[in-house]
């Protein structure tokens, strides 16, 4: 029993983490914006944008370039997300719109731009890439026993790229004072501008970094599990936003709740294939990460770290 | 009078043409002739009588999404969730209709019932985390949406199966449905059904509720500020699970008028697109009834238009999402639109 145990948690390990990457990536977006104050629930939209610019990208270069096409793909997802969402940014920062539903028009847009677009260009509105990434294993370090087979094999590029932008993400937040004082646009935007910074602009750079995760959020699913644009990511962007609750808007939150919807989707995806799993009906398998987060969300709402202003236009003439 | 060409529908108004200038400048873009491109669009709404009345179909599940967003918005509260709360009404309906046998009349009412419990259920969970716990509305109807979706995906497989295809229930029988021969024959066999006059008797009685009624007002005063309703002495937490419940009621109402209406039958693994299109129902309607209902008939003639446009011209389809998109940005950009507007006047009353 142990070792079966064992055996399926190797198996499902890999799916897991590549679900948990793109989620990952999109929530760390999100929590720029909303740390600077600006709700992003246009990171759905924003990730389908990356994942047609990828594919669109890579369809094209992937014969003349093939070594390269997939990094320029993921390139253009990240330029164009970033680009695509100065939509929000404008909306919301310099004409104080509502931002839920700035955010929902970006979703409503992109979802319907992409796919005329991609009908237009192959009739079926999908776009098929030939290849992929490549998995691969990190050398030396999967010979490690246990954390080796789990983490260091079988692995695409993008996730430690995507490990990496945490990291940097983490320091730039926390260490520097351009993380303190994009915090500070989030938390109380008078006060900081009085201490000299520039709310719009800091709120803005907030807002295209998102759009760039997300984008690279959308190319990743593209590069890895999916092989084609369909025209939707089903509800990604929106998990990750979730899951940015969950995680209380900080960074290694972000990571264990992203973890956990990765998870939690693997084990509900092959709970067929798996005897232990079977018996569990799958409607309550599918459920399981929705239910949760409402629990989750029940449970911490007491003492919620969300930023102060999060959601308010800043409008210099209030104090 | 005044009221109805006020500002806001100067807005709505730029807001639309604005999102048919996108449209146009996207037909261009991809090589197309955009007056052709929308003469086809129109065309294929308006062109005959069953045209009008296939509009009239699309229109009727927007009419009740918009509704039930536009309700949640006037106290305050987001809907994002009625497509979930649309799906579970659906099920609902289509669950009674092919369980139980019983005349025409009764079936109906009994299903409509079904499929308006089943919303408000839908919307009471999110109105309840609000209230006592304050979970944020959109995160909790987003997270409806899912568990609706995936209760379908397994539900509708397990019990109702259809004869050729795992992936849809069986039809339902004519008993069962919101077609009715002598409105579908006056309408030269279009889609249209009793889902149309369910949706106007909701827009009177949502427009009632709202201006003429204490419970109305109370949900108004939450809306504006909470915490100064709650110091009048309202109570704000009810008032807030009331209007989640009847929103999701609303919308709920929407799924029977399109699985057992428009449709016959429910299928699996899609949310119904007429839940966010609710969104852009009632921001285009400035979340007033009236303004919802003609909003949804607009862009139902949007989307029944544009099956014919797509077989006259090769203008993709998703064209009329791209407008109504395009629309609701700029209803959301609106304050750019009354600005600008002030600014006319101002130059205009100057020059006098």
Partial sequence: ?319 | MKRFFGKSFITALVAVLLGLLAGAVLMVFIGANPFSGYLYLFRGGLMTIERVGNTLATATPLILTGLSVAFAFRTGLFNIGAAGQMLIGGLCATAVGLTLVLPKPLLLTVMVAAAILGGAVWGLVPGLLKAKFNVHEVVATIMMNWISYWTVYYVVPAYFKGAYLETESRKISEAASLKVEWLTGLFGGSYINLGLFLALISVIVIAFIIDRTIFGYELKAVGFNRHASEYAGIKANRSIIMSMMIAGAMAGLGGATFYVGYASNIQIGVLPTQGFDGIAVSLLGGNSPWGVFGAAVFFGMLHSGKGFMNAMTRIPPEIADTIIATIIYFSATSILIERNWDKLKKRAGGAK
């Fill in chain 1, 1 to 319: 029993m142990q070792s079966s145990m064992w055996t399926v948690i190797v198996q499902i390990f890999p799916y897991a983490i590549a679900f948990t990457i793109p989620l990952l990536i999109t929530a760390l977006g999100g929590l720029f914006s909303e740390r600077s104050g600006v709700v992003n629930i246009g990171l759905e939209g924003l990730m389908v944008i990356g994942f047609f610019a990828s594919a669109l990208v890579i369809s094209k270069l992937e014969l003349a370039l093939p070594d390269i096409a997939i990094g320029l793909g993921l390139l253009a997802a990240f330029i164009a997300g970033a680009l695509f969402s100065l939509l929000h940014a404008f909306a919301c920062i310099s004409l104080n719109a509502n931002q839920v539903i700035s955010g929902t028009a970006i979703n409503m847009i992109a979802g319907a731009l992409t796919v005329f677009l991609a009908r237009n260009m192959t009739g079926s509105g999908n776009i098929l890439i030939i290849h992929g990434l490549v998995r691969r294993n990190v050398p030396l370090l999967c010979k490690i026993p246990v954390v080796g087979r789990l983490i260091f094999t079988q692995t695409y590029a993008t996730t430690w790229l995507v490990l990496a932008i945490l990291l940097v993400s983490w320091f730039l937040l926390y260490k520097t004072s351009f993380g303190l004082r994009l915090r500070a646009c989030g938390e109380h935007p008078q006060a900081a501008d009085s201490a000299g910074i520039n709310v719009y602009r800091m709120r803005y750079i907030a807002v295209m970094v998102s759009g760039a995760f997300a984008g690279l959020g959308g190319a990743i699913i593209l590069v890895t599990y999916s092989g084609e644009f369909t025209g939707t990511v089903s509800g990604l962007g929106f998990l990750a936003l979730a899951a940015l609750i969950f995680g209380q808007w900080k960074p290694l939150g972000i990571l264990g709740a992203t973890f956990f919807f990765g998870f939690a989707s693997t084990i509900a995806n092959v709970s067929q294939v798996i005897p232990a799993l079977s018996r569990i009906p799958g409607i309550l398998l599918k459920n399981f990460p929705y239910i949760i987060t409402l629990a989750v969300l029940v449970l911490s709402s007491k003492y919620s770290q969300a930023p102060r202003a999060v959601g308010e236009p800043y409008d210099k003439a209030k104090r």
